[in-house]
């Protein structure tokens, strides 16, 4: 039986998210070309990467810092944050009984002043590929901006490393007559 919006809610805020509402309909996002997803954007697609001193091993100590300031630099720099420094997040709304089931919705979260989304153990955030390398809480979540123009992934990769992804495309030129229609 799916969660509700409070169960959920009282999960997440020890990550210090604010939940603000279960979003409804379709979440707008960049287009990526066809049998694409963030992971395997390139950077034309305008896929950004953590810097390669953001990226630790599910086991460095170092790993909760690194994945939190890596995803906030990112995540500030390319604009997955309103004014009030809200976003939308996907969460599985499936409880612990219901384990090979999924309920994925979308929810409007905000980020508190006092948060730690990488060592706060809530298990939405935790990763299930990463029980591969490590017994350790390791995150792993897909957001994406209010205005959809931007996804962060924070992901853990096949070699045991954890890193922040953004896809941003590139701006589009305005559709054929569109700049006649702007002078007139």
């Known amino acids: 039986m799916p969660l509700t919006d409070s169960e959920i809610a009282a999960q997440f805020a020890p990550a210090g998210l604010l939940f603000v509402r ?11 070309p066809p049998g694409r997803y963030p992971s395997s954007a390139r950077p034309e697609d305008g896929r950004f990467d953590s810097r390669p ?3 630790p ?4 100590p170092e790993m909760p810092v690194k994945v939190n300031a890596s995803w906030f630099r990112m ?4 604009g997955l944050f309103n004014e009030d420094r809200e976003f939308l997040l996907l969460v599985n709304y499936a409880d612990e009984e ?5 309920h994925y919705g979308w929810v409007q979260m905000r980020l508190l002043d006092e948060w730690d989304l990488a060592a706060s153990g809530v298990e939405r955030l935790r990763s299930s590929i990463a029980g591969t390398f490590t017994p350790r809480f390791v995150p792993e979540f897909r957001m994406v901006s209010l ?3 931007t996804v962060i992934e924070t992901t853990v ?21 569109a700049e006649e229609t702007a002078r007139e």
């Open 98 to 102: 219901d384990e090979w089931e999924e």
């Open 75 to 78: 995540a500030s720099e390319f």
């Open 53 to 55: 001193d953001e990226i």
């Open 57 to 60: 091993d599910v086991d460095d």
């Open 157 to 177: 990769w096949g070699d045991g490393t954890v890193s922040t992804i953004a896809i941003r495309p590139p701006a589009t030129a305005p559709a054929h007559g």
């Open 22 to 32: 279960r979003v409804e309909g379709e979440v707008r996002q960049p287009q990526l």
């Open 147 to 149: 205005d959809g123009r």
